[in-house]
């Protein structure tokens, strides 16, 4: 095996693109929360990032891929502690993985991937949460729900496609290989079901903030909101288009295809909301925009074009009404992790099934449009239904053992005067003027 | 001595400031405020909820003058500032008893 410069080349810069919607992701929440709890918004992002840098390292690239699964649920920890003997051979040379590229390269893309996870389940329980107990749930469920699902979904464990997965079990093997193998392309499961399940746990065990649906909680700053909307696509190129691990055509689908699912999505959005409540928002687009791209995140190499527009605009117009179901169901998923992620990850993942072109409801094995049958489908919502439930216990078994021990919520009054100054000693701005005060929320 | 302070839309300002110039006013003291009077507020909706906005932004403009140009200091900014809808804002006059200049410590008209 020779180096292939490219998609080296090609693969680094995806790590760095997706490493930067993490901060992307502090700019789209700190946007969205109130101007007294922006800095603890925007740090838990920053936090995760700091501790999941070092968890990845020590254990967490061992536990995702590896040779010794334990039931095809985790890899062993130690078989690469420290990513020791993941990153060269016997002779010194870096070892190189199927695309020609160096592991240690998969390392940092993979690194990137399990910080905005993490990152993206804050935004369900901001505003009012010890900072030091949202640093350590973030060690514990990156380890505990985020490496195993992507070993069982990306490192050839239960959820993969290889001969030791359920879809092997359920659809037969050929040449090693499962007959129907789900298509998770960069993580529809692993991110973004992941995510927003552990959201709508959290925000069910923590609770809802002093006020919530009575005093009005509106966005600070939607300008800070649409920089990191942008940022968040931009970075998604990383996501989606490093997925193809090379710099290939696949790469150029999965660029093009997430850019035509979220343009699709924003018109999705913003049409609902000019016909629901008679104006396209800003708020509504940047909304838009991360709906589009979570629902094309399982897809973007599975899609054609045009069956990506399709599922962007379903993707928006289902998220745009999932976010008004907080109010009705009564629980305070803050900044809609469960409305944008969880629906949108489960729209993209189904959606899969039906318009995949290597054989779904809607296109044959050959690609062409037409029946090619409902195996596919099946398995995706298999993989779904696995990732909800394994998420959902995992999560409330740590958040449990969290509020026991060391306590989720900081006291009524830190979170009445605001998180910043009492968990970071800090405010965000300096004389802020009441300015338009909304008084009531209906 | 008088103070005419005036509430009046943010973007009329400009204008305010402009027709006080040209009256002849040298200084002016000038804040941002939020209030509500008959207009009322609006609605504003974020993700589907909608949210009641009663204290809209305005602008405050005070200015200190000799008791006997108060009521045209007065007239000059309601010309300025009316737009003619609802939310225009208010001009009110009030006697001041002493007026004290910090850098020389004059009182009185002279400080003025």
Known sequence: MELDS??????????????????????????????????????????????????????????????????????????????????????????????NYPVVIDVAFQVTFAIITTALISGAIAERVKFSAWMIFAGIWVTLAYFPMAHMVWGGGLLSGSENSLAAAIFGVTDGAANVAPLDFAGGTVVHINAGVAGLVLALIIGKRKGFGKVPM?????????????????????????????????????????????????????????????????????????????????????????????????????????????????????????????????????????????GSVFFTAEGAFGFGGLDQLWIQILIAVVAVVYSGVITAIIAIAIKATLGWRVSEDVESAGIDLAEHGESAYEGISAGRIATEVK | MKLVTAVIQPHRLDDVKAALEAAGIRGMTVSEASGYGRQRGHTEVYRGAEYTVDLVPKVRVEVLVESEAASTVADVVVQAAQTGKIGDGKVWIVPVEDVVRVRTGEHGAGAL
Not at chain 1, 19 to 25: A, E, Q
Not at chain 1, 57 to 79: C, D, H, K, R
Not at chain 1, 92 to 99: D, I, Q, T
Not at chain 1, 306 to 335: E, H
């Open chain 1, 218 to 358: 509106r966005p600070h700053n939607l300008t800070l909101t649409m920089l990191g909307a942008g940022l968040l696509w931009f970075g998604w190129f990383g996501f989606n288009a490093g997925s193809a691990f090379a710099a290939d055509g696949v790469a150029g689908l999965a660029w093009v295809n997430t850019t035509a699912a979220t343009a699709a999505a924003i018109l999705g959005w913003l049409v609902v909301e000019k016909i629901r409540d008679g104006h396209a928002t800003s708020l509504g687009a940047a909304s838009g925009i991360v709906a589009g791209l979570v629902a094309i995140t399982p897809a973007a190499g599975a899609l054609n074009p045009v069956g990506s527009i399709a599922l962007g605009i379903i993707s928006g117009v289902a998220c745009a009404f999932a976010v008004g179901l907080k109010y009705k169901l009564g629980f305070d998923d803050s900044l809609d992790v469960v409305g944008v992620h969880l629906v949108g990850g489960l729209v993209g993942t189904v959606l899969v099934g039906f318009l995949s072109t290597g």
């Open chain 1, 6 to 99: 490219g998609n080296a080349a090609w693969m680094l810069t995806s790590a760095s693109l997706v490493l930067l919607m993490t901060p992307g992701l502090a700019l789209f929440y700190g946007g969205m929360s109130r101007a007294k709890s922006v800095l603890n918004m925007m740090m838990m992002s920053f936090g995760a990032m700091g501790v999941i840098g070092v968890v990845y390292v020590l254990w967490g690239w061992s536990m995702s891929y590896g040779t010794q699964s334990v039931a095809g649920i985790f890899n062993n920890p130690f078989e690469s502690f420290g990513l020791a003997g993941a990153l060269l051979d016997g002779d010194g040379n870096y070892v190189l993985n199927g695309f």
